[in-house]
């Protein structure tokens, strides 16, 4: 079994599913369950090298309440969550926590109807998730 999972989550339908994978998976107690949401700044910010203060505090702002809630999802159905709200690019944050975690499995979501080159697969310069990570990863569908 799993000892250490990470899900990422944005909000999104599809994301949502990765939530509901990590719950019918139903990890023991004792497995960590890290759920992760990821503030991605503007091109225009990134170029810069630097994150304009209200830019970063206005994407905080939508961002903490829909990590609460996923946080909240999961705990409803008794896994013990570790909330991570972190910025940059969603493939190399998910990478560097899941490294630093050492992370046995990442859950993401997946729609259909959304390209492959999605933005918890690809990141900049076209990093794939699958190249960047030591874990298993499961791709939760949206039904």
């Not at 505090?57 to 990590?67: N, S, T």
């Not at 933005?119 to 900049?124: E, F, L, N, P, V």
Request: aromatic share 4%.
């Amino acid at each position: 079994m799993y000892k250490k999972i990470l899900v990422a989550y944005d909000g999104t339908p599809e994301s949502e599913s990765a939530l509901h994978e990590c719950i019918q998976i139903n990890p023991p107690p004792s497995t960590e369950v890290h759920l992760l949401a990821v503030i991605q700044l503007s091109p225009h910010a990134m170029a810069g090298g630097y994150a304009p203060e209200i830019e970063v505090a206005a994407k905080r702002q939508i961002m903490e309440p829909v990590l609460e809630r996923g946080r909240a999802l999961m705990a409803a159905a008794g896994l013990n969550v570790v909330p991570h709200l972190q910025m940059g690019e969603p493939v190399d944050v998910i990478g560097a926590l899941a490294d630093a975690l050492e992370i046995d499995l990442i859950i993401v979501g997946h729609s259909h109807r959304k390209a492959f080159a999605m933005r918890w697969w690809r990141g900049s310069m076209d990093a794939l998730l699958v190249e960047r990570v030591k874990a298993s990863i499961l791709v939760a569908v949206r039904p």
